[in-house]
Nanobody, 114 residues
Framework: QAQLVVSGGGLVQPGGSLRLSCAASVSIFRLKTMGWYRQAPGKQRDLVAHITISGITNYADSVKGRFTISRDNAKNMVYLQMNSLKPEDTAVYYC????????WGQGTQVSVTS
């Protein structure tokens, strides 16, 4: 079973930026659409952005224009550049395929607060 390791979270002030990275243990990335998801306390896990094998991207309305998803298939990596962060972006962020076929990893906490 593939493993997904997410890193790059942290504490940032509103308006700040973070870059999340997701590394996979197998070359699943080369075969699948990949997505970034997030789960805020007491809420369900939602899809934030996804990217197809060919690089076509799509974003949730709440992050459109602020977040950018990218992938490096040669390195089995997916990234999420997050700019102009808002307090409502606070959540644990995960990556997975779309649909989510792999076991969820540990995620990374993103906290946006002044």
């Amino acid at each position: 079973q593939a493993q997904l390791v997410v890193s790059g979270g942290g504490l940032v002030q509103p308006g700040g930026s973070l870059r999340l990275s997701c590394a996979a243990s197998v070359s699943i990335f080369r075969l699948k659409t990949m997505g970034w998801y997030r789960q805020a306390p007491g809420k369900q896990r939602d899809l934030v952005a996804h990217i197809t094998i060919s690089g076509i991207t799509n974003y949730a309305d709440s992050v459109k224009g602020r977040f950018t998803i990218s992938r490096d298939n040669a390195k089995n990596m997916v990234y999420l550049q997050m700019n102009s962060l808002k307090p409502e972006d606070t959540a644990v962020y995960y990556c997975n395929t779309l649909p989510a076929d792999l076991l969820w990893g540990q995620g990374t906490q993103v906290s946006v607060t002044s």
